[in-house]
């Protein structure tokens, strides 16, 4: 009798592990501990419940909304830093939902130094800090953060993150013991209202293998055959994604998009024997032939923006079963493996999004100031003050 009570645990527990894979990313953070205790057993069944099923659990939000002065949003000045939200207490954040004025016309406010700056969307700066730490976790400008990197608001809805009929949201998981959410504005005359909730559920104390989540922003100018990072840190975790903006000095042209991934895992940052190896940047982003069938955008994947006149594009990937993990040490790049002379200068910025141990410092800092917008072109695209 006890041996069979043996294997119906041991059945129970991998069902409830494999459905923590399936689940993806949201348990992530939870499967994976060789140490089994009764408390994460409750903590995976409450992570996989099914929807109709109740819940014994405590759900909260951060918010900007002031119900004492009814203020929604905070006016951010040019240069300044503004905490939205704080919090000190254990618990993972569900859901962030934002949004900013700036970079549409405003119908309530029609002075000329009120009219709009997409710029703004590479200007606004978010930054999440998680347990005290002084240093972010997630650093990048607005746009880049939430999937276009085009000084561009463009409409498009994946599983994890999108830009949705005016609005910003992610859902990614975020454990934490303590966190705050700031914005920095460099623009430098605009000033933008911005709106933010993070829904999250409180616990007492976190899964032991809570990870931390991370995004690091990288961009610049590449000549065209040289390596483009996306992503280098260092400890134990799991990649789960990025977002990746590209565009070239030259029309009609799209060959930077011939640079396969290269992955690097646990190699102490030498470059030599890649992990993974791709066949072409679109084919990393599961698609084929320069994306050939033009814009799309699905749960895991997708092509929010594809201009080829104009030779830009903007993509995404989130892995979920296929997360990447490393113990030591991860390096992420593209890079084509054509001679220099049969490739052209192209400009980028790239999002990378993965879970960590422990919350770590970010190896790529932002750029200066007034490198933020370093583009060849900013398409002109007419959001009008009442839709």
């Not at 104390?205 to 390596?227: I, K, Q």
Request: proline share 6%; net charge neutral.
């Amino acid at each position: 009798m006890s041996n069979r009570k043996e294997i119906n645990r041991q059945s129970r527990r991998k069902a409830i592990f494999t459905l923590g894979a399936i689940a993806g990313t949201s348990t992530l953070g939870v499967v994976g501990n060789n140490l089994y205790s009764k408390n994460e057993d409750q903590i995976l069944n409450k992570e996989n419940l099914p929807l109709f099923s109740i819940r014994d659990m405590k759900s909260g939000q951060l918010t900007t909304f002031n119900n004492k002065t009814k203020q929604k949003a905070f006016p951010i000045q040019p240069g300044e830093k503004k905490i939205l939200v704080q919090h000190d207490s254990p618990g993972i954040i569900t859901r962030i939902w934002m949004t900013t004025s700036g970079w549409f016309w405003e119908n309530w406010d029609v002075r000329e130094e009120k009219w709009p700056d997409t710029t703004i969307l590479k200007k606004l700066i978010l930054r999440i800090y998680w347990d005290d730490n002084k240093f972010p976790s997630v650093e990048a400008p607005i746009g880049d953060f939430f999937g276009v990197g085009h000084c561009e608001y463009k409409h498009f809805v994946s599983k994890y993150l999108g830009m949705s009929s005016g609005g910003f949201y992610c859902y990614f998981p975020m454990p934490f013991n303590k966190v705050k959410i700031e914005v920095e504005n460099l623009h430098v005359k605009s000033i933008p209202h911005v709106f933010l909730n993070a829904n999250y559920t409180s616990y007492d104390v976190l899964p032991s293998d809570a990870g931390r989540f991370h995004c690091m922003y990288n961009s610049g100018t590449n000549a065209g055959s040289e390596p483009q990072y996306i992503m280098k840190t260092k400890g134990k975790g799991h990649f789960v994604g990025c977002c990746l903006s590209m565009q070239s000095w030259l029309p009609n042209y799209l060959g930077y998009l011939e640079a396969p991934e290269y992955i690097f895992i646990d190699d102490d940052f030498e470059e030599k024997n890649p992990s993974i190896v791709g066949t072409g940047l679109e084919d990393y982003f599961n698609g084929g032939w320069y994306f050939r069938d033009g814009e799309f955008n699905a749960p895991l994947h997708g092509v929010p923006l594809k201009d080829p006149l104009r030779s830009m594009i903007s993509m995404y990937r989130f892995h979920e079963s296929d997360a990447i993990c490393f113990d030591k040490c991860f390096t992420m790049l593209f890079q084509s493996p054509r001679p220099p002379e049969h490739t052209r200068e192209f400009k980028f910025s790239s999002t990378a999004y993965w879970y960590q141990q422990s919350a770590s410092e970010l190896l790529y800092k932002l750029p200066s100031k007034d490198k933020l917008v370093d583009l060849y072109r900013i398409r002109d695209t007419d959001h009008q003050s009442i839709p």
